[in-house]
């Protein structure tokens, strides 16, 4: 017998007492009231928490922020798919305004057919995505893998993690996040910058995950 | 060998390590004397104690949360062939490959096997209870494959070659200046005037995995869940060492129990509630990984899971204990038992310390699996850990069964019945009659004689020393109630009696 | 009301005057107590030792004393005790098939309370020294056992009847939520976890200044009052029922069972 059919026969054979499977109450909170303004809010407070850095600032001022944000970085990558006009203020030592797809030398661009290597990546300062829904009430931000959000990879290696957050994307609790997330895609859930609790159950902030996260919030 | 459908069969154990060596009183002696781990453990417990609680009452829903977690649960119990089955057709459907181990050794067979396929000699793993479970180290290890664990705390016991002692900070029993002197004797390229802050010793930690990181080509995990009605995995993960393994290298290999499993992705805000405010004490935990199958262009493009049972089947067939499985390993359980508290994980044996362990280990193993029925007597009964676990599982009341397993276990197989055997059957004799207890209390007088003119008795042979090792008992008073009672209204054998007056306080009663 | 006395064994046997301060605050508040005579024991020390078989004629004698229609409601002053007739009788019953027993036990489990929740949910006590003569000017200190907090849930119900008792100089127990360390056989099958638990549970108490731990559980009082009196400590233990029966006329007899505890009759 494989070992397929043996482990499904011992299991069956365990529940030859047909438990019930119960109804599932769900009387937990699955919507949230809170306005726009609100959510920013207890955003920004949890995000804080966490040892993010976080501005919100009007949609037409992303663009500045993200080039104040990158001031420091040699050089930054991002996805293909990011909205160019979000790095128009970023001085990459050539024509400003060009598009995102084109890259330059401080900028990398992350392609389907043609990925960085984790090794370049690796060289690489910062990196700046889009995400495609935030929760206020655990200050989390997932990302989908998106084109404006790229694979996986690109917001792990490098040290310095720009996230741009749309104000309309941020719902005020998980049910009401992950009802608006399709759960096939890759995803990734970001609470803060990486951190351990594992020296004495004392949180301390970056480990192997970027050590910096600046989070804009765009409204 | 044909199937008998509807036959229940007999309980196939897990092996592993999943055992105490020694009787928890024996290595609980050993612990105790040891005076810096008690030091470390309860500073660690108490600070994760008031973290949790504070996240915990920020939620208005936590009980609602909490009984729709333990209903998920049970239904996933009951409906376990079905779920798994599907599970097994869209992770497949995606591209993943499924593989079944009925116990420890075919699991970590299988696991040498896939790496060997690769041609790699070395692995990255995140932290993984399952893998522990089953003595995936060593076994690689004399296979001539390197495992280089990547949590922190993971790293400081594999690093220290000891043993892990909670199942969310396997190393919470090391504090601070230990895991530097750990790092500066085993981390070749350390930095010789490392210093014991603990984001100092992360940073270390950063700095000595991020090449193996970045050259890996294959990973091991766990995983937190399992969604069946799409084929996904979840890692709940901290440090972004779990990211960087699911994520860059081009082989993930996940070992997880069949009992992981959740019905569905509406499941999840459930559990993503839970879990993190329970284990960390946080709102959420900094990083939580989610892939279903092989994603073109992003990610491991081979993708397996080791579905394991070593044990599992045999818990599920226990009605009483089958909701331990139930269990997220959060290690609330834990952080608030007031015995694990004090003797820490490795008195336990097994990989599973606590209060989940003392119940968890006995059912996988068999509760006369070596010294395994000493677990369930690991507890005052007091109850913290039931009203701290996220998915409520009554643990003490499971401890009590378990406990009454063993007894039965033991019935007409000794010689001789234990000094606890004697005494019960005696005590029940007693004690199930008012007439009989009554009789027995007019004996108890005579313990006044024993306590001696200073009202105390302060030594007990047999068993009853561990009383008198640390506690006096008082001298019985003269007179009981009952016979009191009896005197003031009436013969007690007469049933029934109401009282002749007013009952004062303090009137007899002193000799 | 007619109130059905369940003394407990550890009482019945060893601190008779917990239970005789028991009908006294009943009585003072006019109702009517009896003592069922074939009662003995609730039977937990056998189901939490795993002696499930022997707990059954145990189980079975307390339903058998208190399956009557001849009182309204039972009492005991034992939050563990309680516990087990609610929790565990029908538990024990079900476990020997006794269909008929399980019934009888639920019914009788419905109708017992622990002295606190009595006090407070049905007689309506809010006010111990103007509605019981409370009266007990000594500073204490207060140990809420596991199984009445964890179980029973009876929450603030005990602390509140002390709060409320005349004289009464009631310190916070620091960790007050940790358990002592006793669980009946666990205090000899794990005796050296079950003292380091004790060590921290009395370290606590002193700490307080306190003359007495109170607290509802006499097994839990015997243990820490056994514990306190190893360590030659001047505190000692003594039972809620006994602080709330204690008036101006008629004390509380401290030094009785201070005597009887910690063996000052030498001094
Ligand atoms: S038993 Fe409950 S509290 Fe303990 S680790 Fe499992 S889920 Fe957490």
């Known amino acids: 017998m494989s070992a397929r059919e043996d482990i499904l026969g011992r299991i069956r054979s365990a529940l030859s007492d047909a438990p019930a499977a119960p109804p599932v109450p769900r009387e937990y909170r699955t919507t ?7 959510l920013i809010l207890l955003l920004v407070d949890r995000l804080v928490d966490y040892k993010a850095q976080v501005s919100v600032v009007p949609a037409a001022e992303v663009p500045a922020r993200v080039a104040e944000l990158l001031a420091e970085a040699r050089s930054y990558v991002v996805p293909a798919g990011l909205d160019a006009g979000w790095l128009a203020a970023v001085d990459d030592g050539t024509s400003t305004g060009r598009a995102a797809g084109a890259g330059t030398e401080r900028r990398r661009v992350d392609a389907a057919g043609a990925p960085l290597g984790v090794a370049e990546l690796d060289g690489i300062d910062a990196v700046v995505t889009a995400s495609a829904v935030a929760v206020a009430e ?7 893998g998106s084109p404006n959000q790229g694979r996986r990879a690109i917001s792990l290696v490098p040290d310095h993690h720009i996230c741009i957050v749309a104000a309309t994307d941020i719902a005020g609790i998980l049910p009401e996040a992950l009802r608006r997330i399709d759960g096939i895609r890759p995803l990734t859930m970001i609470s803060g910058p990486s951190a351990t609790s594992d020296i004495e159950l004392e949180r301390v902030e970056g480990v192997h995950g970027p050590r910096r996260l600046d989070v804009i919030i765009s409204r | 060998m044909s199937t008998f459908l509807g036959m229940p069969s007999l309980p196939v154990f897990g092996s592993g390590n999943l055992h105490a060596a020694e009787s928890f009183p024996k290595a609980a002696h050993r612990e105790l004397g040891n005076a810096q781990l008690r030091a470390n453990l309860g500073h660690a417990t108490h600070t994760i104690r008031d973290k949790r609680l504070q996240v915990v009452s920020e939620l208005p829903d936590w009980e609602q949360l909490r009984d729709a977690g333990s209903a998920i649960k049970e239904n996933v119990m009951a409906r376990l062939p079905e779920l798994l089955e599907q599970f097994e057709a869209n992770f497949t459907a995606r591209g993943g490959v499924i593989h079944w181990a009925r116990d420890a050794d075919e699991a970590n067979a299988i696991v040498a096997g896939l790496i060997r396929d690769t041609g790699e000699t070395e692995v990255v793993k995140v932290k993984s209870m399952a893998t522990q479970e089953i003595g995936l180290n060593e076994y690689l290890e004399e296979q001539g494959i390197a495992a280089f664990e990547t949590d922190l705390a993971e790293l400081i016991v594999q690093l220290d070659h000891d043993k892990p002692s909670h199942i969310l900070v396997p190393a919470i029993h090391k504090n601070r200046t230990q895991i530097r002197d750990i790092f500066l004797r085993e981390m070749p390229d350390a930095d010789p005037e490392l210093t014991d802050s603990p984001a100092v010793l992360a940073m270390a930690a950063r700095a000595h995995l991020r090449r193996k990181f970045l050259t890996a080509k294959v990973a091991v995990s766990g995983a937190n869940f399992a969604l069946a009605d799409s084929g996904t995995l979840a890692v709940v993960e901290s440090e972004g060492n779990g990211r960087m393994c699911l994520t860059l290298p081009e082989t993930l290999i996940t070992v997880m129990g069949v009992e992981k499993l959740l019905p569905g992705w509406r499941d999840l805000e459930v559990f993503m509630q839970l879990l993190p405010r329970s284990s960390t004490g946080e709102r959420m935990n900094p990083y939580t990984s989610l892939w279903t199958g092989v994603t073109e262009g992003d990610g491991p493009r081979n993708v397996h899971l080791v579905l394991l049972d070593n044990g599992r089947s045999a818990a599920l067939a226990d009605e009483m204990g089958r909701s331990a499985l139930h269990c997220i390993r959060c290690s609330a359980c834990m952080n ?16 599973y310390p606590g209060p989940i362990g003392a119940i968890l280990s006995p059912l996988l193993t068999g509760i006369e699996a070596e010294e395994n029925s000493s677990l369930p007597y690991a507890s005052s009964l007091c109850g913290a850990c039931y009203d701290a676990c996220p998915v409520k599982i009554n643990i003490p009341d499971i401890l009590v069964h378990l406990r009454s397993k063993d007894v039965d276990s033991k019935r007409g197989t000794k010689k001789l019945p234990s000094q606890m055997d004697v005494g019960m059957k005696a005590a029940s004799w007693a004690l199930s009659s008012g007439k009989r207890l009554g009789l027995v209390e007019k004996g108890l007088p005579l313990g006044r004689l024993a306590a001696g003119p200073d009202k105390k008795i302060s030594k007990l042979p047999g068993i009853a020393a561990g009383w008198t090792q640390s506690r006096d008992i008082p001298a019985p008073p003269p007179e009981s109630f009952r ?5 003031e209204h009436g013969n007690p054998n007469d049933g029934v009696v109401p009282p002749q007056e007013t009952a004062t306080q303090g009137k007899e009663g002193q000799a | 009301m007619r109130i059905a006395l369940f003394a407990t064994c550890i009482v019945d046997a060893m601190y008779p005057r917990t239970a005789q301060a028991t009908v006294s605050i009943l009585e003072r508040l006019g109702h009517e107590v009896v003592f069922p005579a074939g009662q003995a024991c609730c039977g937990q020390m056998h189901v939490n030792s795993g002696y499930l078989k022997e707990a059954v004629p145990v189980v079975a004698n307390h339903v058998a004393a208190f399956d009557s229609a001849d009182y309204d409601v039972a009492v005991a002053p034992s939050g563990s005790c309680v516990a087990s007739v609610k929790h565990q009788h029908p538990m024990v019953a079900r ?31 809010t006010d111990a020294a103007a509605q019981l003569g409370s009266y007990f000017p000594h500073r204490v200190t207060y140990h809420p056992s596991c199984h009445g907090m964890r179980l029973l849930r009876l929450g603030d119900r005990q602390a509140r009847l002390l709060r409320s008792v005349a004289g009464i100089d009631l310190a916070e127990l620091p960790e007050a939520d940790q358990c002592c360390g006793f669980g009946g056989t666990f205090s000899m099958k794990n005796a050296d976890v079950s003292s380091a638990m004790l060590a921290d549970k009395t370290a606590n108490i002193r700490s307080t200044g306190a003359a007495l731990c109170t607290g509802g559980d006499a097994s839990c009082l015997m243990h820490i009052g056994g514990g306190l009196s190893r360590e030659g400590s001047a505190a000692t233990t003594l039972h809620l029922a006994e602080i709330l029966a204690s008036t101006l006329e ?18």
Do not use: F, N, Q
């Open chain 1, 138 to 144: 655990t200050g989390t931000i997932i990302l989908d």
């Open chain 1, 32 to 38: 949230s009231e809170l306005d726009e303004e609100a």
């Open chain 2, 483 to 487: 016979s009191w009672w009896a005197r």
């Open chain 3, 250 to 267: 008629a004390p509380a007899s401290v030094t009785g069972d201070v005597r009887v505890t910690t063996g000052k009759a030498s001094r």
């Open chain 3, 95 to 125: 476990s020997c098939g006794d269909t008929a027993l399980e019934a009888r036990a639920t019914a009788v489990g419905a109708k017992t309370y622990e002295l606190s929740e009595l006090l407070v949910d049905v007689l309506g006590v």
């Open chain 2, 336 to 351: 608030v038992c007031p015995v694990y508290e004090r003797t820490g994980g490795h008195a336990y044996g097994s990989t």
